[in-house]
């Protein structure tokens, strides 16, 4: 009886170590194969036509100045039709053709005409970047149910409408390429940003989905997931509850150059996945770090949010009134520790108003952050 047993460990045991080796082999080849795929330039783009969403400022515009510095023939879209037209006319300085549309990715009808609009002009879509995106922060009692479903309009289905529009097309041709920009909410839950993190984990999913049922028609889905970055984007995100408490830790944390990224190193970084066809790219370290953490031990990961969540703005004193960044200036938010972050946010068209007003003096688009 004894001896059975053995003899059964001893199969069991030899079994999962044939597993784990060829696990382990398997690792081995994925990791080889990503490092060689970053050796490679990928496809180019010159010559491509690349629709951008949310293009006409932060992220969206820094991507768009980076195709447009490759040769790529430009599609922007955004809600605002004096904000894009300017991006519009900054782009064309550099030598790209630009067709800006006005477009709320939250609305089928509009990215159905936007598409169509976009293949009567040129023919064809090589290139769709989703990056159209809302940023509501405050505590769970000061989001509304409107919150939720705004973030779901822009960041869910306006990732969905995009994609399954130019689908046909790239299916057709069986080549084409679509980055999904998602966020590091997408893969860990983070407090104070229920309604984003939320919309970001379905558009993560969604992103991976895509990737593994469209790459048999020779179309290559990224899946990007950025740490914080520097694109001055906060200042025109909403913030609730104790709007300058929260707008303080917000902008400090986007704009800080060891946590955040520049905002247009992150665009080149982009347009190089999009290019070698990747699966996934994570932006900075802590991110990675932190997809690492939650898909090891996502329960040390969610007592850790639990513990940040605690050091944030309480929300005893809190009601579902949304302020903009830029009417909730403190101390914190317009001292020299984010005066990185209000550059970028200056050169990524982040203050259009100003720039109407003529308080902004303009700059090539393609200025360095």
Known sequence: MKIKKTLRRMAWLGAAGAVGTAAAGV??????????????????????????????????????????????TLVICARDLDELEWARE????????????????????????TVRQAMDRFGRIDILINNAGVITVGPLPSQS????????????????????????????????????????????????????????????????????????????????????????????????????????WFSLSSAIPVLAMNGRRAARKIVSAIRRGDAEIILTPQARLLAILNGLAPGTASELMAAVNRLLP?????????HLGKDSESAVSDSVLTSF?????????????????????????GHPA
């Open 27 to 72: 690792g081995v080849g994925l990791l080889g194969l990503s490092a060689w795929r970053r050796m490679t330039r990928g496809e180019e783009v010159r010559g491509k036509v690349a629709l951008i969403t949310g293009g006409s400022r932060g992220l969206g515009l820094a991507m768009a100045t980076e195709l447009a510095a490759q040769g790529a």
């Open 90 to 113: 900054e782009l064309a300085r550099t030598g790209a053709e630009v067709l800006a549309i006005q477009c709320d990715v939250g609305s089928h009808d509009d990215v159905v005409r």
């Open 145 to 248: 149910l409107t919150d939720y479903q705004e973030a779901m309009d822009t960041m869910f289905w306006g990732v969905v409408y995009p994609t399954l529009a130019v689908l046909p097309h790239m299916m057709e041709r069986r080549s084409g390429r679509i980055a999904n920009i998602t966020s590091i909410g997408g893969k860990i839950a983070v407090p104070h940003l229920l309604p984003y993190t939320a919309a970001k984990f379905a558009a993560v999913g969604f992103s991976e989905g895509l990737h593994a049922e469209v790459a048999k028609y020779g179309i290559k889905v990224t899946t990007v997931v950025p740490g914080l970055m520097r694109t001055g984007s906060f200042v025109n995100a909403w913030f609730k509850g104790q709007n300058r408490a929260e707008y303080g």
């Open 314 to 322: 309480s929300p005893e004193k809190t009601d579902q009134q949304r």
């Open 341 to 365: 972050g209000r550059r970028a946010a200056r050169e990524l068209h982040q203050y259009p108003e100003r720039r109407r007003n003529g308080e902004e003096p303009l700059r090539p688009v």
